[in-house]
T-cell receptor, first 113, second 113 residues
Framework: GQQVMQIPQYQHVQEGEDFTTYCNSSTTLSNIQWYKQRPGGHPVFLIQLVKSGEVKKQKRLTFQFGEAKKNSSLHITATQTTDVGTYFCAGSQSGGGADGLTFGKGTHLIIQP | DTEVTQTPKHLVMGMTNKKSLKCEQHMGHRAMYWYKQKAKKPPELMFVYSYEKLSINESVPSRFSPECPNSSLLNLHLHALQPEDSALYLC????????????FGQGTRLTVV
């Protein structure tokens, strides 16, 4: 079955430092989505990437989808305490929810003031 | 209204009890999902409903029984659960099954005693 690997599992950074999480799939993905889950909260959609080599930005967040559509990354510039949480990538082979989303294990971002 | 509402927020039940989790959305979404999430783990897909019909059952034990009474409602009936079933149960919806983001409810935190 489809597997989505995500690293690192935990990342401690000082406030103001940059942060990157990486996602790799064993199979080619139709699309990849990124979610953020705050401690005690629920996953909240951040973005969806569909095209090979796609790059999207949201303020301090930069999302990339690999040329082969097997890997993706999320980069946060100059982290803030509000960035604390777990970042999940979620992939789909079928193009959406037809087979549900397969989530990576997530990267827990811990920020030290 | 961009919310997915889940009730109850917390539930404690004995292994011989029967209970139901409820999920409601009024965004006109035609796909709805149940996920199970253990602490510090990613959400795991349980069921997918598309146009009120069950389209995926990810080998979930029969003690979990989903029901979709109409396009806005999704229930999860619980019977004879085990302590290892204790987890956060998340409902999600999306506009359809292809290339759309999932909106998650806040979840029901279930404890089986």
């Amino acid at each position: 079955g489809q597997q989505v690997m995500q690293i690192p599992q935990y990342q401690h950074v000082q406030e103001g430092e940059d942060f990157t999480t990486y996602c790799n799939s064993s199979t080619t993905l139709s699309n990849i989505q990124w979610y953020k889950q705050r401690p005690g909260g629920h996953p909240v959609f951040l973005i969806q990437l569909v095209k090979s080599g796609e790059v999207k930005k949201q303020k301090r967040l930069t999302f990339q989808f690999g040329e082969a559509k097997k890997n993706s990354s999320l980069h946060i510039t100059a982290t803030q305490t509000t960035d604390v949480g777990t970042y999940f990538c979620a992939g789909s082979q079928s193009g959406g929810g037809a087979d549900g989303l397969t989530f990576g294990k997530g990267t827990h971002l811990i920020i030290q003031p | 209204d961009t919310e997915v509402t889940q009730t109850p927020k917390h539930l404690v039940m004995g292994m011989t009890n029967k209970k139901s989790l409820k999920c409601e959305q009024h965004m006109g979404h035609r796909a709805m999902y149940w996920y199970k999430q253990k602490a510090k783990k990613p959400p795991e897909l349980m069921f997918v409903y598309s146009y009120e019909k069950l389209s995926i059952n990810e080998s979930v034990p029969s003690r979990f029984s989903p029901e979709c009474p109409n396009s806005s409602l999704l229930n999860l009936h619980l019977h004879a659960l085990q302590p290892e079933d204790s987890a956060l149960y998340l409902c999600a919806s999306s506009q359809d099954l292809v290339y759309t983001e999932a909106f998650f409810g806040q979840g029901t935190r279930l404890t089986v005693v």
